[in-house]
């Protein structure tokens, strides 16, 4: 059993940067491939980022590429998603996933998600 609590959301204006938190809680959060996801006003959740167990391999999703960075520390348990360039299209709830399935974007594949942060951004 995973928990998974993020932060570090908020309401910014396009162009600057935030990062997103994600505390997990357990021991077994370094046996996960961990992802983020975000999902807009009235569409699907989509994949953002993942990450490996080991924090060497990465993976973006096509609009947050060289804008998006993720990150894991597996002595703090905590998953990062550093964001910058934001931009009014990036504003959606954005969540944090432990997934069943390593290298998966599908959010059928998730075992665990947190409960979401609110990202806004205003042009």
């Known amino acids: 059993q995973v928990q998974l609590v993020e932060s570090g959301g908020g309401l910014v204006q396009a162009g600057v940067s935030l990062r997103l938190s994600c505390a997990a809680s357990?021991?077994?959060?370094?046996?996960?491939?961990m992802g983020w996801f975000r999902q807009a006003p009235g569409k699907a959740r989509n994949f953002v980022s993942g990450i490996s167990m080991s924090g060497d391999t990465t993976k973006y999703g096509n609009s947050v590429k060289g804008r998006f960075t993720i990150s894991r520390d597996n002595a703090k348990n905590t998953l990062y998603l550093q964001m910058t360039s934001l931009k009014p299209e990036d504003t959606a709830v954005y969540y944090c996933?432990?997934?069943?399935?390593?290298?998966?974007?599908?959010?059928?594949?998730?075992?665990?998600w947190g409960q979401g942060t609110q990202v806004t951004v205003s042009s």
């Open positions: 996933a432990a997934l069943r399935l390593y290298g998966s974007s599908r959010p059928e594949d998730v075992a665990y």
């Open positions: 357990g021991r077994t959060f370094s046996r996960y491939y």
